[in-house]
Nanobody
Framework: QVQLVESGGGVVQPGGSLGLSCTAS????????IAWFRQAPGKEREAVSC????????YVADSVKGRFTVSRDNANNTYFLQMNALEPEDTAVYYC????????????????WGQGTQVTVSS
């Protein structure tokens, strides 16, 4: 079992920045992949990034590459999503997720989910 607790989010103007964090707890975290997804109203859940813990590889979706960065604090099992140059199209509920396997862009392949946090980009 893995538990994920997210924090951050809020309302920001276009061009602004926000940071999200996700703290994980549970078993076998070293072998898990931690991912960030987002879901806008009326749209499917979209993968934003993922980190494979055992080798530290980071993948970032093309839609946010160059604007979003992902990092982790191994000592505290905390994962960060730094979002810069935000656009109204980035408005969504952001989730962190975990799976006991390698990287995947498919939401259905993740077993554990955080509660989600709202990010709203609006002037």
């Amino acid at each position: 079992q893995v538990q994920l607790v997210e924090s951050g989010g809020g309302v920001v103007q276009p061009g602004g920045s926000l940071g999200l964090s996700c703290t994980a707890s549970g078993d076998r975290l070293h072998w898990h992949t931690i991912a960030w997804f987002r879901q806008a109203p009326g749209k499917e859940r979209e993968a934003v990034s993922c980190i494979t813990n055992f080798n530290g590889l980071i993948y970032v979706a093309d839609s946010v590459k160059g604007r979003f960065t992902v990092s982790r604090d191994n000592a505290n099992n905390t994962y960060f999503l730094q979002m810069n140059a935000l656009e109204p199209e980035d408005t969504a509920v952001y989730y962190c997720a975990a799976r006991d396997a390698g990287s995947s862009w498919s939401a259905s392949s993740y077993d554990y989910w955080g509660q989600g946090t709202q990010v709203t980009v609006s002037s």
